[in-house]
């Protein structure tokens, strides 16, 4: 048969599938709802939203058999962004088209059972030509979707956790909006941890976020140029040990934890506690420091701009000593605290003689001027070496 000969029987198949395109699209619909196990479920998509789109690729589909133009896609793409909004994933919406277009093909058959075997031929043809761009065309506008979600929440998410960080939410329901878009609970206990980055605008602890969800721990993260800054959920004394510990395994650099606190409203001061701690001196071979939240510690860590600057004169009097000396002397002062005045003690943990300890104390009173049996002056010497320790 020649080709003006195919073009009007394939022109009779398709005025007769439009002729019944009500009722085809009905058909189509519960081909889909019965054989894709998730559209026949009530949650994902409802029955007539299935129908409406499978009628509008319908009449999009027989409109270009007829005039033999090019397919109109719009309806894929519509369909593409609406299933990727609704969380329906993609390849059940994939399976519905190959669903949709095999019944499709067996209806343009039957319409077609008295054509020439050229007819059915073209028509088949393009069917299938069909079925694989409005299946291709979908799938792109699904992903264009879920990329363009993907970079909005990662833009919200940002925004909120930067609320936090820096005491923007004010409001309670602020704070249950954040943690439930967060992935957080509203309330504590929680950390603050500051990690330092091994080069600006890289990750100071890649992948943390997972390594802690693996661990039963649920955090938020924000990436800045020199700091990596996470807000961490922790239910047990236990669960926060195995958070320092996967710190003190995966960080390679400088490591600040605040002490926990419990009112999400309060993470703006627990991140200064944190670079107050990921700032200050770090024991031995430990890349990881914990806020001690003290009371003490807690006074010389509120203001550091003032705490520094009141205690500057006060170790003005050592800089005619050698940094070893120093050294020397600030640790000892350190560890008679810790043993509570006691002598011994100290000398035991500091290798050397109780006598030594008291003489490398009145050197400190003679240094400084104050007196450890006055209790004033002692609070005060407490308070400078707490701030020495921390901050300078």
Known sequence: MNNGGTRREIATVVRALAGRADQLAEELTRAITKEVVLY???????????????????????????????????????????????????????????VGFHRLWEAVLGAASSASAEAQQELTAKVLAAQGLYTDTMAAGYRDEQTRRLQSETAARAALIDALLHGRLFDQWSV?????????????????????????GTEALPEIEPKLRSLDVFSAWWQLPELSIGIVSFRTETQLTNVLGLLSRTATTRVGVSSRFDDLRDTAQALRYARIALRGRAEPDALVTVFDSSI?????????????????????????????EQQVLFETFRVWVETDGSLRATGELLFCHPNTVRYRLHRIEERTGRSLSRPRDLAELCFAFEVHRRLL
């Open 296 to 324: 003490l510690g807690t006074a010389a860590a509120s203001a550091p701009e003032v705490t520094t600057k009141l205690v500057a004169p006060l170790f003005d009097s050592f800089a005619e000593l050698a940094e070893e």
């Open 176 to 200: 249950w909006e954040a943690a439930d878009y967060l992935r957080l609970p509203t309330a504590g206990p929680f950390v603050v941890i500051a990690a330092q980055a091994p080069a600006l």
């Open 40 to 98: 026949g479920t009530s949650a994902p998509v409802p029955l007539p939203v299935v129908e409406t789109a499978v009628a509008q690729h319908l009449r999009a589909i027989l409109a270009a058999l007829t005039a033999s133009e090019d397919f109109d896609t719009a309806p894929a793409t519509a369909v593409g962004i609406e299933r990727a909004r609704e969380d329906v994933p993609l390849a059940a919406v994939m399976e519905a088209y190959r």
